[in-house]
């Protein structure tokens, strides 16, 4: 079973341009987790969000997360071809054993 | 530190064979797990290890897979009797602590044909 769905599941934008990338989940968390995927390849972990958090910036990533409406949003501001990946958030389960993942972003930056 | 490990990279085989994958995470990380990711979805959880006890498999994983952790350090995974359905990149990730960030490896992708 998957705890976070991705919205939109597919994004193409041009280079210079910001990306949104929403998520929303069904059950309370201790932290959201945003992670990159190129094509073909393992996961890299971007940005953890505490619950107790409403917004968290690293680089050209801004996180936010509100625990009220279930959801977060990334936003990559000035994208660039480079940051064309997927884009995965995830939760903690079974009090943190296990990183459940929704089924992505995928983002197109054209350049 | 050179990250988390895994091996092969990619492995092709025919339906009915066994297969192994390892997996060597960060060394000082205790907890290891394994994921499955099939093409256009998330991974989903397979099995996670804390040391080298395996507390958790998930309902996905028949009884034809089969995971280690021996001492602590490297984790294996096996299918016995491949099927088609099968096919799908496996991915292993460790961490340090409850739900904290995880590190994965590049994957293997398994082709049964």
């Known amino acids: 079973s998957q705890q976070g769905e991705e919205d939109p599941q597919a994004l193409s934008i041009q280079e210079g341009e910001n990306a949104t990338m929403n998520c929303s989940y069904k059950?309370?968390?201790?932290?959201l987790q945003w992670y990159r995927q190129n094509s073909g390849r393992g996961l890299v972990h971007l940005i953890l969000?505490?619950?107790?958090?409403r917004e968290k910036h690293s680089g050209r990533l801004r996180v936010t997360l509100d625990t009220s409406k279930k959801s977060s949003s990334l936003l990559i501001t000035a994208s660039r071809a480079a940051d064309t990946a997927s884009y995965f958030c995830?939760?903690?389960?079974?009090?943190?054993?296990?990183?459940?993942f929704g089924a992505g972003t995928i983002l197109r930056v054209k350049s | 530190d050179t990250g988390v490990s895994q091996n092969p990279r990619h492995k092709i085989t025919k339906r009915g064979q066994n297969v192994t994958f390892r997996c060597d995470p960060i060394?000082?990380?205790?907890?290891l797990y394994w994921y499955r990711q099939t093409l256009g979805q998330g991974p989903e959880f397979l099995t996670y290890?804390?040391?080298?006890?395996?507390?958790?498999k998930s309902r996905l994983l028949s009884d034809r897979f089969s995971a280690e952790r021996p001492k602590g350090s490297f984790s294996t995974l096996e299918i016995q009797r491949t099927e088609q359905g099968d096919s799908a990149m496996y991915l292993c990730?460790?961490?340090f602590g409850l739900g904290t960030e995880a590190f994965f490896g590049q994957g293997t992708r398994l082709t049964v044909v």
């Open positions: 059950t309370s968390i201790n932290n």
């Open positions: 969000i505490r619950s107790n958090e």
């Open positions: 060394s000082e990380h205790n907890r």
């Open positions: 995830a939760t903690p389960m079974e009090y943190g054993n296990k990183l459940v």
């Open positions: 290890f804390q040391n080298e006890a395996q507390l958790e």
């Open positions: 990730a460790s961490s």
